[in-house]
């Protein structure tokens, strides 16, 4: 069993993984991916979407070459996960969310091109991803079943936000996305999940919450909690990911919906 895991900001390596990146070429361009035993029959493909110190923003990452990198390394499911700001005030700061849905109108790429593995004509794997909900039942629960185990809060459920960056939302757009569902929003997880369903890589998406999102409380988080929060997160992150790895080893998650191909 192959997991690959994809962190964020805050959390830019493992503390199992037992060398440094490797350069995973592909077509989309090159990936740099961690490998970690993570007990037997078991490895771990980490990669940093920001890389170490923060060497790339989120209108930097190289989602393509990451989710085609995992692909070609025969990773078996993914599991991303993600700090974030709360959109809805019930969601307690220093919680976790494991999201069911996404929001994620534009389905574009940083550069403002169409976030998608099928951009060539004629390609023999083109075709359109049909699902209920873009996140990988079996992955969600085990993930669910982990924050049990290691006695944090989980929301079960709610719609994760894609907004693009680099700069934080306007409260406008805040009350937009509210008005829509949304649960929390960041700014890299919205082409991860969609290139993972065209992988038919089972991915499952968590979320941390460090602020409320602009307008969302009456004060706003100051920045030094933000910061506090962000550092907690790596340690959360990493206890929560061990125990999903583990149950991961003897199951055979499913990828949500189905590709309709024309060849």
Known sequence: ??????????????????????????????????????GEGVEVLHVSRHEEGHQRLSNHVRHQANIAALKDLGADCAIGVTVCGAVDVSVPLGSLVVFDDLH????RLADGSLCTFY????????????YAGPFSEDVRRVLLDACVDAGIPARAGGVYGHVDGPRFNTRAE?????????????????????????????????????DYANGVS?????????????????GVFEDVLGRAVARLADGQPAPPGVIYRFE
Not at 222 to 232: T, W
């Open 119 to 130: 951009d060539a004509p004629g390609d023999p794997q083109r075709g359109h991803w049909i």
């Open 174 to 210: 805040i009350r937009s996305l509210a008005a829509a569902g949304v649960t929390c929003v960041s700014q890299t997880a919205g082409p991860e999940t969609v290139l993972c369903g065209e992988a038919e890589l089972p991915y499952a998406l968590l979320g941390y919450a460090t």
């Open 104 to 107: 994620f109108l534009a389905n």
């Open 1 to 38: 069993m192959k997991v690959g895991i994809l962190t964020g900001t805050g959390t830019y390596a493992l503390d199992q993984s037992r060398e440094d990146p490797e350069i995973v070429s592909t077509r989309w361009g090159d990936a740099l991916v961690s490998r970690a035993e993570a």
């Open 218 to 234: 009456d004060e706003a988080t100051p920045v030094e909690e933000l910061l506090r929060l962000i550092g907690a997160s790596k």
